[in-house]
């Protein structure tokens, strides 16, 4: 821990470990996945001024054939998307697919939903099958996005999972892909008012709703790495437009401030992720809540070393990682404060409660966290536990650390607890303590007409 802190003040300076130690938000700013591949469609199926209401869609990737193969299709059980409801292919029988282009390089196509000029955000997570072993020596892999963009109709999300040593290798994942038109509301009844946000509203399966009286939900995408100051172009806040601002600190450093009252306060969730085709990963660093602002910290590393990097940020509080028609969630952090004291790893033993603050659940239960072992975690959602689901888990405190989540089980009868099992190795793939902010979401699948 006494390593731990002394990294995050070394980041943070003056705002110290208990004001910085926690927050993520999401970025996006963009027009092209950066592959180097064919040009996308510029079919305006979505992006402000095209779309009436945000698109989504997640996928856990658990098989993807060989190089060069055909495209493998994705059980419902194990994707979800706003195809299935509105816009889109406006067919609940559309199916994500996958493509395993090279060792560790993937392609996954969200049908119907493609967003004009690469807007949006996409974020990914390593699904680790060895995560929820306690005795293993199993390397963790991590995954982020390459770029995104639409063809056609489809949006779709390329990725990279690389070994501790930056080298290509192949993984399970988890990928997610968000879009809020900059003048839709994120709810269904009753509208929002323009420029608010309201709490996620429950579907028909969910038991209760959330019990945030007002999420916060922002994303960004950072393409200037090397700029002293930028305003992504590929961005949404709740706060409304021209409110984020990313400024460079030093190499691989960054201060993202979120403007306006509804990110003024304590408690969200941070999912990031380094966006290009390399060994640099991204990691949340922090954050601090000012008057009319919050500002989150963010760097980025190719193994120990600080590296300038694009990035993409997304950001809730209070709310699920799909902009709407989520039927549960949770989020929690990984560490804990204690009275008097920094925050602190969560001590061996029996799980205990989630820092109230930067955890919720969309039933009302207190989330959980144990520590069950050097850079081993189990966060504990109860209540939550639906079919199709999906998790995305970005390292917390300093940017060399790499986690990698359980593959979750399909959740079959009455919802119960979701345990998510997290493993995380220092820039050498050592098991190493780090902080965690941890995300669960679930949604209806497809219906039978």
Known sequence: MARMAGRVARVTGA???????????????????????AARSATPTGGPG?????????????????????PTAIPAAQSAGSWHTAGGSSSAAAQVTVVRRQPGGYRVTFPGIAVAAGRGAAIVTALDPAAAVVETTAPVVSCHVVGWGAAGRDEQVDLTCRDAAGAPVDSAFSALFTQVPDT?????????????????????????PSPSSGGAYAYLRSDAAS??????????????????????????????????????KNGNNLQVNAIGDGPVGCNALGRVVKKDRQSVFVGCARGSVWTDSPFVLLYTSGHALIPTGAASFGHAFTGVLRPGGPIQQVPPGPPVNAWAWYSANSTGATNQISRVGVGRYRVIFPGVSRTPHALQVTPYGEPTARCAANELPVAAGAPTAVTVAVRCVDAAGRPADSYASVAYVSAPGPTTP
Do not use: K, M, Q
């Open 15 to 37: 705002l110290g470990c208990a004001a910085a130690l926690l927050a993520l938000a999401a970025c996006s700013d963009g027009d092209h996945r950066g592959d180097g591949g």
């Open 50 to 70: 095209a779309t009436a209401a945000p698109v989504w869609g997640f996928a856990s990737v658990t098989a993807t054939g060989s190089s060069g193969s055909a």
């Open 184 to 208: 839709a509301s994120l709810t269904s009844t009753p509208p929002a008012s323009p420029g608010t946000l309201s709490p996620v509203t429950a579907s028909p399966v969910t038991a209760s």
């Open 227 to 264: 700029a002293a100051t930028s305003r992504p172009t590929n961005a949404y806040s709740v706060s409304g437009p021209g409110t984020i601002e990313v400024h460079r600190v030093g190499a691989g450093h960054y201060t993202i401030d979120l403007t306006g009252p509804a990110f003024a």
